[in-house]
């Protein structure tokens, strides 16, 4: 069992910047990755950005150049910097770990809004 807790979400106006967190614990071991997902309200939910322990990063066309990913494995902590928010980022942001070979586990989410 692993459990994820978000945090950091809010209110912002648009060219603002926000900074999620999300700290994992419980049985922590063989997680080999962390990302963020996000979903809107009518709208599936996407893929933000992940990390792998191997280093690889995944970004959504949309926040690149924008958005960065980060963790701190000894932590167990994966960090979300987002800068020039737009309305269209407005969503719940969900953190998700993978744990090799037992599959997925998510947290509650957590909501920005982008508003003027």
């Known amino acids: 069992q692993v459990q994820l807790v978000e945090s950091g979400g809010g209110l912002v106006q648009p060219g603002g910047s926000l900074r999620l967190s999300c700290a994992a614990s419980?049985?922590?071991?063989?997680?080999?990755?962390m990302g963020w997902y996000r979903q809107a309200p009518g709208k599936q939910r996407e893929l933000v950005a992940q990390?792998?322990?191997?280093?690889?990063?995944d970004y959504a066309d949309s926040v690149k150049g924008r958005f960065t990913i980060s963790r701190d494995i000894a932590k167990n902590t994966v960090y979300l910097q987002m800068n020039n928010l737009k309305s269209e980022d407005t969503a719940v942001y969900y953190c998700?770990?993978?744990?090799?070979?037992?599959?997925?586990?998510w947290g509650q989410g957590t909501q920005v809004t982008v508003s003027s």
């Open positions: 419980g049985s922590v071991v063989l997680i080999n990755a």
């Open positions: 998700k770990a993978r744990r090799s070979y037992l599959g997925d586990y």
């Open positions: 990390l792998t322990n191997a280093g690889r990063t």
